[in-house]
C-alpha cells in the first residue's frame, strides 16, 4: 500500500497484461507447441493466445503492440542495485538489502526525535530516502513486462535487458544484493530491522513468473537461471530459519498471508513443490481460520486505519495464493475450515461492499478506490459464479483492449 514514485504505469497497459496473461482463447484447431512454467499465470492460456497471435488474430494484435510500447519504456529503466544508497547498513555492507518503516515518524516530544513513534497509515517521506524497496518493486514489475513482451514478440531486446536487470541485482559480485532483509523496514531508535520487513518484497511473484517466460531465451543462460534458483534457495532458507524470517511466519495478518505468497511460489521456483504443498497445507489453511471471521470479514486488516486498501490487499494475497496452489493440487478457492471460514465467504463479504449493496463501516482515512477491487472481482466472477458479480462489474466495464475477462491472474 506503499506509493512507488519510481514507476508510473498506465490503466490500460495493466487491462492489456493483465488479457495477454489471462484471457480464456477460443483455440480449438490451433497448433500447439510447448507452454512455459510459469506459477501464478496459466501456462495454457499464455500458449493460446500466443497461437491465436500467430494466427493474426487482430485483437491480440493491438494488445502486443501497446504492450510492446510499455516494454520499449522498460528498456530506458534500470539496472536498479541496492549499493546505490547513499547510506551504509549496520553491517558494513551495502549490498545488504535495507528499508525504513513508511507509518513511523520523529516524536515531536523529544529533541532527537527517538524513539520513533508510529502513525498507521501515514507515511513518512524519509521512507523513500533509502530506495532498496522502491528498486526491488521495479525490478518485478520491469522483469514481468519483459518477460511477457519477449514471449509474445520474440524480440531479443526484452529478453537481453530483462537478464541484465537479473545479474545487476542478483548475481554480479560488486552490485548483488545479499539474500536476507535483516535490515528491512528499521524503526529509528527502536530496531535495525524487523520481520514485516518481508512484506516489500511480496512481488516475487511477478518476477518469478517473468524469469520463467525468459527461461528459454538466449539472453539468459542456463548458468544464470541455475544461479538464480541458488540465490532463492538461500533466501528461503533464510526465511524459514532466520529469526525475523520467523517472526514474519507468525504475524495473523496480511503480512503472514505474504509471508506464504512468497515462500510457496520460490519453493515452486527452486523446484521444491512438497515444501510448497506443505505450506499451503498446513500454513495458509490455518492462516484463513485465523484471520477470517465465520461471516468472511478479516478483523486484523478492519483494524487498520486504510481498512478499505488492506482488506483487499490480504484477500489478494490469499487468491495468490490459491493460484499457486494449482500448481501442486491445493483446492483453496473452495477449501473451508472446520468453523466454516472461506475465501469465498471473504469474497462475498467484500464484494457487498465494493458493490454499495452495505456500507463500509471502518476507518478508512484515504479516499476508498473500489477500483482496486476489479480484478479480484473477475476472478471471484470465473471462481464463484454464484456470487452477484455483475453489479459491481458492471460499473467498471471492461476497457476496449481488454475484450476477454480476467480469470485466474492477478496484476
Same mark, same amino acid.
Given at each position: 500500500?506503499?506509493?512507488?514514485?519510481?514507476?508510473?504505469?498506465?490503466?490500460?497497459?495493466?487491462?492489456?497484461?493483465?488479457?495477454?496473461?489471462?484471457?480464456?482463447?477460443?483455440?480449438?484447431?490451433?497448433?500447439?507447441?510447448?507452454?512455459?512454467?510459469?506459477?501464478?499465470?496459466?501456462?495454457?492460456?499464455?500458449?493460446?493466445?500466443?497461437?491465436?497471435?500467430?494466427?493474426?488474430?487482430?485483437?491480440?494484435?493491438?494488445?502486443?503492440?501497446?504492450?510492446?510500447?510499455?516494454?520499449?519504456?522498460?528498456?530506458?529503466?534500470?539496472?536498479?542495485?541496492?549499493?546505490?544508497?547513499?547510506?551504509?547498513?549496520?553491517?558494513?555492507?551495502?549490498?545488504?538489502?535495507?528499508?525504513?518503516?513508511?507509518?513511523?515518524?520523529?516524536?515531536?516530544?523529544?529533541?532527537?526525535?527517538?524513539?520513533?513513534?508510529?502513525?498507521?497509515?501515514?507515511?513518512?517521506?524519509?521512507?523513500?530516502?533509502?530506495?532498496?524497496?522502491?528498486?526491488?518493486?521495479?525490478?518485478?514489475?520491469?522483469?514481468?513486462?519483459?518477460?511477457?513482451?519477449?514471449?509474445?514478440?520474440?524480440?531479443?531486446?526484452?529478453?537481453?535487458?530483462?537478464?541484465?536487470?537479473?545479474?545487476?541485482?542478483?548475481?554480479?559480485?560488486?552490485?548483488?544484493?545479499?539474500?536476507?532483509?535483516?535490515?528491512?523496514?528499521?524503526?529509528?531508535?527502536?530496531?535495525?530491522?524487523?520481520?514485516?520487513?518481508?512484506?516489500?518484497?511480496?512481488?516475487?511473484?511477478?518476477?518469478?513468473?517473468?524469469?520463467?517466460?525468459?527461461?528459454?531465451?538466449?539472453?539468459?543462460?542456463?548458468?544464470?537461471?541455475?544461479?538464480?534458483?541458488?540465490?532463492?534457495?538461500? =533466501?528461503?532458507?533464510?526465511? *524459514?530459519?532466520?529469526? +525475523? %524470517?520467523? &517472526?514474519?511466519?507468525?504475524?495473523?495478518?496480511?503480512? @503472514?498471508?505474504?509471508?506464504?505468497?512468497?515462500?510457496?511460489?520460490?519453493?515452486?521456483?527452486?523446484?521444491?513443490?512438497?515444501?510448497?504443498?506443505?505450506?499451503?497445507?498446513?500454513?495458509?489453511?490455518?492462516?484463513?481460520?485465523?484471520?477470517?471471521?465465520?461471516?468472511?470479514?478479516?478483523?486484523?486488516?478492519?483494524?487498520?486505519?486504510?481498512?478499505?486498501?488492506?482488506?483487499?490487499?490480504?484477500?489478494?494475497?490469499? =487468491?495468490?495464493?490459491?493460484? *499457486?496452489?494449482?500448481? +501442486? %493440487?491445493? &483446492?483453496?478457492?473452495?477449501?473451508?475450515?472446520?468453523? @466454516?471460514?472461506?475465501?469465498?465467504?471473504?469474497?462475498?463479504?467484500?464484494?457487498?461492499?465494493?458493490?454499495?449493496?452495505?456500507?463500509?463501516?471502518?476507518?478508512?482515512?484515504?479516499?476508498?478506490?473500489?477500483?482496486?477491487?476489479?480484478?479480484?472481482?473477475?476472478?471471484?466472477?470465473?471462481?464463484?459464479?454464484?456470487?452477484?458479480?455483475?453489479?459491481?462489474?458492471?460499473?467498471?466495464?471492461?476497457?476496449?483492449?481488454?475484450?476477454?475477462?480476467?480469470?485466474?491472474?492477478?496484476?
Amino acid at each position: 500500500m506503499i506509493p512507488n514514485p519510481l514507476i508510473q504505469r498506465k490503466s490500460t497497459f495493466w487491462a492489456m497484461l493483465c488479457w495477454l496473461l489471462s484471457s480464456f482463447a477460443l483455440t480449438a484447431g490451433l497448433p500447439k507447441s510447448t507452454p512455459p512454467v510459469t506459477f501464478l499465470v496459466k501456462p495454457s492460456v499464455l500458449q493460446d493466445n500466443k497461437a491465436k497471435l500467430k494466427k493474426k488474430d487482430p485483437a491480440l494484435k493491438r494488445a502486443v503492440a501497446a504492450l510492446s510500447q510499455q516494454a520499449d519504456q522498460a528498456l530506458q529503466r534500470g539496472p536498479y542495485t541496492v549499493t546505490a544508497k547513499g547510506k551504509v547498513p549496520p553491517s558494513g555492507d551495502k549490498r545488504d538489502y535495507m528499508s525504513v518503516g513508511p507509518y513511523w515518524w520523529p516524536d515531536s516530544s523529544k529533541a532527537d526525535g527517538l524513539p520513533y513513534i508510529r502513525k498507521d497509515g501515514q507515511v513518512n517521506p524519509e521512507r523513500f530516502a533509502i530506495q532498496d524497496a522502491e528498486y526491488y518493486k521495479a525490478l518485478c514489475q520491469d522483469v514481468q513486462l519483459l518477460g511477457v513482451a519477449w514471449y509474445y514478440t520474440e524480440d531479443k531486446k526484452y529478453a537481453e535487458h530483462a537478464a541484465r536487470l537479473l545479474r545487476v541485482w542478483f548475481l554480479d559480485e560488486t552490485t548483488r544484493m545479499n539474500p536476507h532483509l535483516n535490515y528491512g523496514q528499521a524503526v529509528p531508535g527502536r530496531t535495525e530491522g524487523r520481520g514485516i520487513g518481508l512484506i516489500d518484497t511480496h512481488g516475487v511473484t511477478k518476477l518469478i513468473d517473468g524469469i520463467q517466460l525468459l527461461k528459454d531465451s538466449p539472453a539468459l543462460s542456463a548458468a544464470d537461471y541455475r544461479a538464480l534458483q541458488d540465490w532463492y534457495r538461500q =533466501f528461503l532458507d533464510w526465511m *524459514l530459519t532466520s529469526p +525475523v %524470517g520467523l &517472526d514474519e511466519a507468525d504475524e495473523h495478518n496480511n503480512h @503472514g498471508t505474504y509471508y506464504d505468497v512468497q515462500a510457496a511460489s520460490i519453493a515452486l521456483f527452486t523446484e521444491q513443490p512438497q515444501l510448497a504443498k506443505k505450506i499451503l497445507e498446513e500454513q495458509t489453511k490455518a492462516r484463513i481460520e485465523s484471520q477470517l471471521k465465520e461471516d468472511g470479514s478479516q478483523p486484523h486488516e478492519l483494524a487498520r486505519t486504510l481498512s478499505w486498501g488492506y482488506s483487499v490487499m490480504n484477500l489478494r494475497g490469499f =487468491f495468490e495464493l490459491a493460484l *499457486l496452489g494449482e500448481n +501442486v %493440487g491445493v &483446492d483453496l478457492w473452495h477449501y473451508q475450515t472446520p468453523q @466454516g471460514k472461506s475465501l469465498q465467504k471473504a469474497f462475498d463479504w467484500m464484494l457487498s461492499r465494493a458493490a454499495g449493496e452495505k456500507a463500509w463501516e471502518h476507518q478508512q482515512i484515504k479516499p476508498m478506490d473500489k477500483q482496486i477491487f476489479v480484478p479480484l472481482a473477475r476472478t471471484g466472477k470465473v471462481l464463484y459464479p454464484q456470487s452477484p458479480t455483475k453489479s459491481f462489474l458492471d460499473q467498471y466495464p471492461d476497457e476496449p483492449q481488454a475484450i476477454a475477462q480476467l480469470t485466474h491472474a492477478l496484476f
